[in-house]
């Protein structure tokens, strides 16, 4: 029974590590947005709009998984730098 206790409060603090990670991941994803754009506005639309380079997602609804966030990460470099593809 302890261990069984031990266990699910391991699990419980996994999650919530993981969570944290996904949430300080996801706000420098933004504040990124914000500086390449240069205005709130423009990152925000720019989060909301289908992208042809994500498969036709919009890059909100991929910050969800660390592979989308990857996605949406790399796409942002790749605009700052000019690389538009």
Do not use: C, T
């Not at 266990?7 to 706000?27: H, K, P, T, Y």
């Not at 890059?59 to 000019?82: K, N, T």
């Amino acid at each position: 029974m302890v261990g069984e206790i031990q266990e699910r409060q391991d699990d419980q603090a996994g999650d919530r590590s993981s969570l944290r990670e996904l949430v300080i991941r996801n706000a420098q994803i933004l504040a990124e947005a914000d500086r390449v754009f240069g205005e709130p506005n423009k990152a925000f639309r720019w989060l909301h709009r289908p992208n042809p380079v994500l498969s036709g997602k919009a890059p909100i609804d991929l910050l969800a998984s660390d592979a989308g966030s990857q996605a949406v990460a790399e796409l942002l470099v790749q605009i700052d730098r000019g690389m538009f593809v």
